[in-house]
Every structure is written in structure tokens, then in C-alpha cells.
């Protein structure tokens, strides 16, 4: 989660679909949206979680901290946000920053994170995004969500990453793509706490990942967001049978312009997916060296697109939010 601010370049950003290539309209259940997300991608589903907390079942979160911990500063996002210390999070004011924003009409109720339920991991080698900052999070839900609906893993001898059964780089080491091989299965379990017992993962068919275009999602030009996405669907929820639905944010420097396709194959979402009819949704970010600057293709939590990026209003929370009307969402 490196956040660089030194240089200057162009836009870059994955273009392999189709052009005018679109989302596929699904028969999704009532109430069964969950997102989740790493380092940058963790923040972004908080967010997206607070935002639309109305249609918002739960969230599992990966190295990340609080919403609206940085405050619009790239400066508190590299110090208190990832460091948690000179300072550490302010959890009261950013639970009082909520609760206004919910008055003002800029987020869903807060009400709406009552009955969610959360799953947060820190690894006890993440020297990037460190202890106080994951624990900043869980006092924050705990403002909001009953302690009983809270699961926390940080006992894993993890690096800076996403915790996976048997991909990516040593389990210990913080490196592209950005996968650690911790024999622990993040998205498994993360997927179990929010939507309880689930079947046994299956292999899944590389056809089901499909991709689409992102820009048809954007009202203008795409924020800092690359020209390709990802969608899995499983086979019976392409021939019409009711699925769930989880959106999956990737981290800094995870998304396709960097990885290619490693975090949206190999995370571990696709086979739980395949097996239990979720579909999987997979925005990618993509790096930017010129306005606006994001060098690392991370998701803004720090406001790099404008002042309401972690509201309703926000740039890239809007477009995905679309993409989540056009797969089936209801609000």
C-alpha cells in the first residue's frame, strides 16, 4: 500500500475487453450483497459497506483500517492509517464523522450496519499496514455492529497481502501479486462468516470468468479505474437460478495492469462461488501519474478523486455501485 507522490506520467489501464462489453443480468436474492477487499481494496469496501449500508450485508476486510480514516490527507493515510501511530486513528471522531454523514443525507442510515456481519484479518508479519490500524477498525464496527456479528483472525504469520491455501509468494514475504501462501483460506473463510455454513469449494470453469467493460458503468471518463473488469459466474446462475452476490476489491498494485489475472483467478473466491452460486464481482483500479496522481492503481480512501469519495457521491464507489444495478441489485 505504497503510496508514492514523486513523479508524473500518463494513464495507464487494462483494455482487453470488448468494447461496449456488459455486465449480465442475474436473478440476485433480497439482501444478499457482501464485499470485501484488501489493503487499498479493504478500505474501498468499507466505503462501499457505509455508503450503501442499506444494501449491505457484510464485509470482510483484509489490512485496512476504519472508514474515512484518512480524511482527505495523504499524509494521515500514510501515517495514522497505515503506521496507527503520530497519531493513531481517532475511532471516536471517525464514528461521529459517520453518524453526521448519515445525518446530511451523504451515506445510507448508519442504522443499516446493525444486522451486518464483519470479518477483519491482520498478519502478525504486515509491517505495512500495521496492529493499530486493524484495531482501529474493529472499535469502529463496534460502534455500529454487535460484538457477537465481529470476527477477527490476527494470529497468521502473514505479510502485507491476501491470505490463500496454496497460491503466491511465501506466507511471510510482502510482495506482487500481492497472494501469500499461508495454507489459510481468507476468502473462505471470510464467505462463511458472512453468509454462514456453506458447501465444500469446487473446481471452477475458467469460462465463468468473464470480462467486461468498466467504462460503460462511468458517467464520463473512468476515475482511476482501468477499462477492463472482471465478473465470476457460476453456471447456474447464468441459466437463471437466484445467487448471491459479493463484490471483491484488490490492493495496491493487485489490479490486472500489474498482476494480470492473479487476483481474480487465485484469490480462492471462484471455486466457494462456483459451488454455493455467488457471483463474484471484481472492480479493477488502475494507476494514474497524472491528475489524478495514483501511481500504485489503488482505490481512492484518501481522497485522490475529490472531497465525497468515501460517501454515496463518491467517483468510484458510484461506478461500482452501477455496475451492482446492472448484474441485478436491488436497493
Known amino acids: 500500500m505504497r503510496l508514492a507522490v514523486g513523479f508524473l506520467a500518463s494513464c495507464v489501464a487494462a483494455c482487453s475487453a470488448s468494447p461496449g462489453s456488459e455486465l449480465p443480468a442475474l ?31 457484510g464485509a470482510g476486510i483484509v489490512a485496512a ?15 495514522a492509517c497505515m503506521k496507527g501511530e503520530d497519531p493513531a486513528p481517532d ?9 453526521e454523514a448519515a445525518r ?5 442510515d448508519i442504522a443499516g450496519l446493525a444486522d451486518d456481519r464483519v470479518w477483519i484479518f491482520h498478519g502478525t508479519k504486515d509491517d505495512r499496514v500495521r496492529r493499530p490500524v486493524p484495531d482501529a477498525l474493529v472499535a469502529f464496527y463496534r460502534g455500529f455492529v454487535p460484538e457477537s456479528q465481529i470476527a477477527y483472525e490476527f494470529d497468521v504469520p502473514a505479510a502485507h497481502g491476501f491470505p490463500t491455501l496454496d497460491e503466491g509468494v511465501a506466507c511471510d514475504t510482502a510482495s506482487e501479486p500481492w497472494l501469500n501462501d499461508c495454507e489459510f483460506d481468507a476468502a473462505g473463510q471470510l464467505l462463511q462468516h458472512l453468509y454462514g455454513p456453506l458447501k465444500p469449494p469446487a473446481g471452477f470453469p475458467e469460462a465463468n470468468l468473464r470480462e467486461f467493460d468498466q467504462g460503460r458503468y462511468a458517467a464520463g471518463e473512468l476515475p482511476s479505474m482501468a477499462r477492463t473488469g472482471y465478473v465470476y459466474v457460476p453456471r447456474r446462475c447464468a441459466e437463471g437460478a437466484q445467487c448471491r452476490v459479493h463484490v471483491a476489491f484488490h490492493g495496491c498494485r493487485q489490479g490486472s495492469s500489474f498482476v494480470g489475472r492473479a487476483f481474480v483467478r487465485n484469490a480462492g473466491y471462484n471455486r466457494w462461488a462456483e459451488a454455493n452460486d455467488i457471483v463474484v464481482l471484481y472492480p479493477q483500479a488502475a494507476k494514474s501519474l497524472v491528475s489524478p496522481l495514483n501511481p500504485q492503481g489503488c482505490w481512492d480512501w484518501w481522497g485522490y478523486t475529490g472531497p465525497d469519495y468515501a460517501t454515496r457521491s463518491g467517483a468510484q464507489l458510484v461506478v461500482v455501485h452501477r455496475m451492482l444495478e446492472a448484474i441485478g441489485l436491488k436497493e
Open 65 to 79: 483500517g476504519p472508514w474515512y480514516c484518512a480524511q482527505g490527507s495523504v499524509s494521515m493515510a500514510l501515517g
Open 27 to 57: 436473478a440476485l436474492a433480497a439482501d444478499s450483497l457482501t464485499v470485501s477487499g484488501v489493503s487499498s481494496g479493504g478500505y474501498m469496501a468499507v466505503q462501499y459497506q457505509v455508503a450503501y449500508s442499506g444494501s449491505v450485508a
Open 104 to 108: 446530511k443525507g451523504s451515506i445510507d
Open 91 to 99: 475511532v471516536s471522531a471517525l464514528v461521529a464523522a459517520a453518524r
